[in-house]
């Protein structure tokens, strides 16, 4: 792989022909990522596109110039033109190379992926989820020298990434910001020795024979499976949700909080998550209008006594959203008051939604014994009634989910499976 400098940026990238350019960072686990998913596309598609890297701490004018504001960026240019889409982030392979058969004819493109060769590797233990559940099992394992894959679909971390702060788990005296906390546990886990394959695609699942295809080409073969894929955000179901889900309604305080600056958001939901984000999102917005389903928050005492003090909530108990639509830059809310029957509409610039989760589970919903809520069984070694596969953390069925819960199942499957394995 080329590295190049912004000097020779007009005759490496602007010269003309089909160039794709990755601006990365150090110290960076994104740009870790997908250095080697960058590499293999470079193998495959090197004929037709010219692969080219830049470090963007050194070259800061020249990314500034070009619009990066984040490490990893993948920039496109065809004959000396940058392209419309870039990639960043916790970029996919599939992402790219989606964009990389865009800049190819159709023909071209069926040649290249006839020269993709499958490849197979085998694991003693697969962890499906790279969230404190699956991190711990990854940890103990690693250090019990049982030779271990940690596979997710998103960068390590689960929801502990996004969470803005975390004051409850236990050996830190002051709240940790979750990102730091996701990170540090990842660290610890990828410096053990566990094997990482993250931002990847599950392409399929077959817990039977302990099989996981991962980018469509790749198999990873283990003697146990561990499920750690932790539960998503349920959705309302409500007319126009699915258009502006990203659009103007989020499910994530932490990640988008800070783009509602004194303006006004409507925060659906009134569980502990509705309230203590709602909180949260107080510092940035000047206006929260809550709507609950119920005539009184299910949240914990203290957090509600914190919200009635915040004179920029207020609330609408006994209302449920009906429709969410966009009238140029604001969101419009539909409300039934529950009550009266009577529909009136919330002009906001942003909708927060909090009602809940559900279990990922979907790529192996009929093979496992499952709760009433969709959540997995498991015995007290955090078995499944499959042999050979394990479940831990939020995806199980149990009463209280928790980060320190999550830890706590992933150290018990790692410690039954080494014992299993030895
Ligand atoms: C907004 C919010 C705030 C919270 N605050 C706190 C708090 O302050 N304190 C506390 O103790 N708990 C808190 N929690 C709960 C805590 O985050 C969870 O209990 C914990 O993260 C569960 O860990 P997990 O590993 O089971 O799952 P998760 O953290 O959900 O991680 C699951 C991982 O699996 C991956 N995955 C999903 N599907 C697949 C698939 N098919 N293949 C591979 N990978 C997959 C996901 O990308 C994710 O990385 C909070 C939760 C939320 C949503």
Redesign the pocket.
């Known amino acids: 792989m080329k590295e190049i400098t912004s000097s020779e940026f007009e005759t490496e990238v602007l010269a003309g022909g089909k160039v794709v350019l990755d601006f990365y960072s150090t110290e960076c686990p994104p740009c870790e990522a997908v250095a080697p998913k960058f590499e293999g596309l470079a193998k495959l598609y090197g004929n037709d596109i010219k692969f080219v890297k830049m470090f963007r701490q050194e070259n800061k004018p020249l990314a500034e110039k070009l619009g990066v504001k984040s490490s990893p960026t993948l920039l496109f240019f065809e004959n000396g033109v940058q392209m419309a889409n870039t990639l960043s982030g916790g970029i996919k392979r599939s992402d790219i190379i989606h964009q990389l058969d865009s800049m190819l004819t159709s023909e071209r493109v069926k040649k290249i992926k006839k020269d993709i060769k499958p490849t197979v590797s085998e694991f003693d233990v697969l962890i499906?989820?790279?969230?404190?559940?699956?991190?711990t099992a990854g940890l103990y394992l690693c250090q019990s020298k049982v030779n271990t894959v940690l596979?997710?679909?998103?960068l390590?971390?689960?929801?502990?990434s996004?969470?803005h702060?975390?004051?409850?788990?236990p050996g830190f005296i002051d709240p940790q910001p979750?990102y730091m906390l996701s990170h540090n546990m990842s660290e610890q886990t990828k410096l053990c020795g566990t094997v990482y394959k993250v931002a990847v695609d599950?392409s399929k699942?077959d817990l039977e024979k302990k099989e996981v295809v991962i980018d469509e080409f790749e198999t990873i073969k283990a003697k146990k499976i561990i499920i750690?894929?932790?539960?998503?955000?349920n959705l309302m179901g409500v007319a126009g949700e699915r258009e502006l889900k990203g659009k103007g309604i989020s499910y994530?305080?932490?990640c988008d909080a800070k783009y509602y600056g004194d303006k006004e958001v409507v925060v659906i939901g009134g569980g502990n998550?509705a309230v203590?984000?709602a909180d949260f999102i107080s510092k940035f917005a000047g206006k929260i209008t809550m709507v609950h389903q119920f005539d009184a928050f299910t949240a914990n005492k203290q957090a509600q006594e914190k919200l009635f003090a915040n004179p920029k909530i207020s609330v609408l108990f006994e209302h449920e959203p009906r429709s969410f639509a966009r009238e140029g830059d604001k969101m419009v809310t539909e409300v039934e008051d529950l009550k009266t029957k009577r529909i009136s509409r919330l002009v906001s610039d942003g909708v927060f939604v909090?009602i809940g989760?559900k279990p990922?589970i979907?790529?192996f919903r009929d093979k496992l014994e499952l709760d009433g809520w969709g959540y997995i069984k498991t015995d007290e070694d955090m078995r499944t009634s499959m042999p050979g596969v394990y479940a831990?953390?939020?995806?199980i069925s149990k009463k209280y989910?928790?980060?320190?819960?999550?830890v706590a199942?992933?150290t018990i499957a790692a410690i039954s499976i080494a014992k299993e394995l030895n």
């Open positions: 499906l989820g790279a969230g404190p559940g699956g991190l596979i997710d679909i998103a390590p971390g689960g929801h502990v996004t969470t702060e975390v004051s409850n788990y979750g599950v699942i750690a894929t932790g539960t998503s955000p994530c305080a932490t998550s203590e984000e909090f989760m990922n979907d790529m831990v953390g939020d995806v989910r928790q980060i320190t819960t999550a199942d992933g």
